[in-house]
């Protein structure tokens, strides 16, 4: 059998760009359409199998190293399915092979974007930067310098596939393999663009406006659809997710739609009663503590927790009662504290079911609520 470099004229060093450019020069001279001789036909047949050996690096190494060309299989084949291949085409059921298409869907994207506790309870606007792929503004998507287009395969006459004849245990077979000259497009681009190096897209950075709904939380994926890097020679857009991280917040935590806080109370206003304003998300909220109020009550105002993502209606602010016991008094305080003590008779100290503490009986009784 013919040594493949000397069948394409090439050293065994040379490039895989080397190799190709010389498939090219052989398959333009003895293409059966250009040189219709036996001989022609017999030469571009030993060409095309050199190049699908030696164009593909994985088989020319195993060639180089005196191996399989083909990877093993039955007789010449890599397997089941390139026997099948060999009687119905490379695209089966015997349908005529088509050139690929140069326009290819662009990668989809996904970036972060980080919300507080207010951008959740009412929703957001961000201008958010994005590093992705546009169309080239040179060529506009057509990969060719301007003023050029692409041309017709001399090698496969723009079918993007051609055809070979193997040898082998059922015989002699005509096999349809994507055309080694053109890559399987059926067309060749002698000039490429010089703004994108023939891809029809460059990377750029670029601006994404996006309205972030109410009622997001961490680890939730907006998806905008056509957002995402143009495909290679202006192929459709890919899509764009963005992310959200929300930021804790130092006073409300949430959970579902409401809001929880906890308001810090003295031991006079909680024994007494009393009336205070607190700062909300969305303004003031009063509130009126009853007298004897007692830690881990809780105080409910409707409608001012956060927006649903798919509804209208807010959930509800629940703020938990913590009563602050003083750890220092002076003389006359404490006097004071003893003779309410004398004059309450108060119960003495005795068992009772075990809290695991505010927090945890805070907790309970939110969920209750």
Known sequence: MADHYEVLG???????????????????????????GDDASERFKLVTHAYDVLGDEESRRRYDMGGDENGGGFGGFGGFGDIFESFFGASGGGRSARPRSRRERGEDA??????????????????????????????????????????????????????????????????????????GYGTVIELPCGGCAGQGRVRTRRTVSLD???????????????????????????????????????VFSREGDDLLATLEVSMPDAILGTTTTIEGLDGTVDLELRAGVQSGDVLTIPGRGVTPLRGSQRGDLRVGVQVVTPTRLDSAQRRLIEDFAKKTKAPEPHLAQFQQGLFSKLRDRFRSH
């Open 212 to 250: 972030i709904p109410a009622g997001v939380e961490t680890g939730l994926r907006l998806q905008l659809p056509g957002s995402g890097a143009v495909g290679r020679a202006g192929g459709p857009h890919g899509d764009l997710y963005v992310e959200v991280t929300v930021a804790p917040h130092p």
């Open 10 to 36: 090439v050293s065994r060093d040379a490039s895989q760009d080397e190799i190709k450019k010389a498939y090219r020069k052989l398959a333009r001279q003895l293409h059966p359409d250009v040189n219709p």
């Open 110 to 183: 996904l970036v972060r974007v980080d919300l507080d506790l207010g951008d959740v309870v009412f929703g957001a606007h961000r201008d958010i930067e994005v590093d992705t792929a546009v169309l080239c503004e040179t060529c506009q998507g057509s990969c060719c310098q301007p003023g050029t287009a692409p041309v017709t395969c001399d090698v496969c006459g723009g079918s993007g596939h051609v055809q070979r004849q193997v040898r082998s245990l059922l015989g002699n077979v005509i096999t349809t393999q994507p055309c080694g000259s053109c890559e």
